[in-house]
C-alpha cells in the first residue's frame, strides 16, 4: 500500500464492500447495498457523507447538480452500480465528481453476478 494515494483507507473501504457482497451478494438495486454500506461505515467508525449534493455552475449559473453516493473522511469517492460491467460513462462520471469535488481518489464499485468489481480511479493534475 506504500506509495498509494490513500492506500489504507482504499483497503479498509474494500473489505466493508467485500464483506457486504460476501453477505447480500448480487441482484439488489443500488439503494440496498447503498444502506448495508452506511450501517457498516457508521459500526466501523468510518466518516462519511451519504448522497453530497454538489452543483454544477456554468457562467455563474447553476446548471445541475451531481449526487454522489458516498464520500469517505472527505478523501475517497464511492460510487456503486448494481450492474455487471463499467461503462465509460460510469469511468466519466466517477472523474466528474473527483474533479468537481476536488477529490483525488474515487472507487467505481459494481455487485454483479460474477464478483464485486472495483476499479480505482484518479483525478490527476
Known amino acids: 500500500m506504500e506509495g498509494l494515494i490513500h492506500?489504507?483507507?482504499s483497503y479498509k473501504i474494500i473489505g466493508i464492500l467485500y464483506r457486504i457482497y460476501n453477505t447480500i451478494g448480487s441482484g439488489?438495486?443500488?439503494k440496498y447495498y447503498q444502506k448495508a454500506i452506511a450501517k457498516v461505515?457508521?459500526?466501523e467508525k468510518v466518516p462519511f457523507i451519504e448522497q453530497l449534493k454538489v452543483d454544477i455552475d456554468f457562467d455563474g449559473v447553476k446548471i445541475g447538480r451531481y449526487y454522489i453516493?458516498?464520500?469517505v473522511d472527505h478523501r475517497i469517492v464511492?460510487?456503486?452500480k448494481s450492474k455487471n460491467f463499467f461503462s465509460i460513462k460510469d469511468i466519466k462520471q466517477v472523474l466528474g465528481y473527483l474533479k468537481k469535488s476536488g477529490?483525488?481518489?474515487g472507487l467505481l464499485v459494481g455487485f454483479t453476478a460474477d464478483g464485486l468489481?472495483?476499479?480505482r480511479i484518479l483525478r490527476g493534475k
Open 7 to 9: 492506500g489504507e483507507l
Open 28 to 30: 439488489m438495486q443500488e
Open 41 to 43: 461505515f457508521k459500526k
Open 69 to 71: 453516493d458516498f464520500v
Open 78 to 80: 464511492v460510487e456503486i
Open 103 to 105: 477529490i483525488e481518489v
Open 117 to 119: 468489481k472495483i476499479k
